[in-house]
């Protein structure tokens, strides 16, 4: 019989918990799923400080096919997926997050998806749930840069919520770099595509992990993972520079010879100046991150550590 795998993120869920077990469990005891397929629901609890562990534990014991795995600290939502898609032994995992905006009714549809041969069901969002205007329309103006820089489609509206079939997940794991943009992973492995559409709904508990900043920073992540335009854009930038400068020497040398030279021109002098330090700065700036992320990577350290499965300490 073939294996499923539910895998779902937990960064301080505790007021979900019990709603997650109650959505959950009717979906691996559905006559339909659990007959064909054997369920596993793999928990990852990235470092959570409130009852969300002990909440696992409780789950773990009354029902076996609730596995939870303890990450040492809080390393990230990425970086949490990735230790479940490590740890994770079905023949097709299922991403969800655990504020059930992603949701589970939609699980069957991807399901017969897969059966249908697809590697990768995606979910979209037909709506996104309860957000300000400005963080939709930020989200949006990101991914309309972003498809405009890479040349793989990330596609819009499309978050974690997946079904991977076991080819995928390799691939996946396969990728062991730390600062993922997990989003674009994705898309950029390929495979057998299909999208299934969802409403997302509210946060039912709790309030979202990502603040503006740390979207901010996903985002630069996004952008410094997937492609080396800006780098391209600061050449631009310098080049055109150079090429307005050469233009007003041969102005000023010109202007010189025919009308003599009286010394004037100090506000000229400092919006050159300005200017020019400005563009340099920008330029260096961009450098500075893909550099960051060379050093980073080139440490080499663990994307995560793991501290116990199923209450049990993995020392080796
Ligand atoms: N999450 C996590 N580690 C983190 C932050 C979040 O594992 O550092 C999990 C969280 O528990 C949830 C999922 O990632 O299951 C999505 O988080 P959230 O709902 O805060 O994000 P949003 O839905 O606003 O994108
Ligand atoms: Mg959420």
Known sequence: MKKLTLLIPIYNESRNMRALAEAVTPLINNRLTSEKYDWEVLLVNDGSTDTSLAAMAALHAADSRFQYLDLSRNFGKENAMLAGLDFASGDAVIIMDADLQDPVEVIPEMIRQWEDGYDDVYGRRRSRGKESALRRKLSLTFYGL?????????LPNVGDFRLLDRICVN?????????????????WIGFNKKEVLFDRNDR???KSSFSYRSLFNLAIDGITSFTTVPLRLASVMGLFTAMCSIMYLCYVLVRTLLYGDP???????????????GCQLIALGIIGEYIAR???ETKQRPPYLVKSLNGKRLDR
């Open 171 to 187: 691939a996946l794991r396969q990728m062991r770099e730390n600062q993922r943009y997990t989003k674009g992973l994705f898309c």
């Open 263 to 277: 010394v004037a021109g100090f506000p000229t002098i400092m919006c050159v100046m300005l200017f020019l330090g």
């Open 146 to 154: 972003l498809q405009k820089f890479t040349r793989i489609d990330i």
């Open 204 to 206: 039912p508990g709790g």
């Open 294 to 296: 060379i050093f980073t």
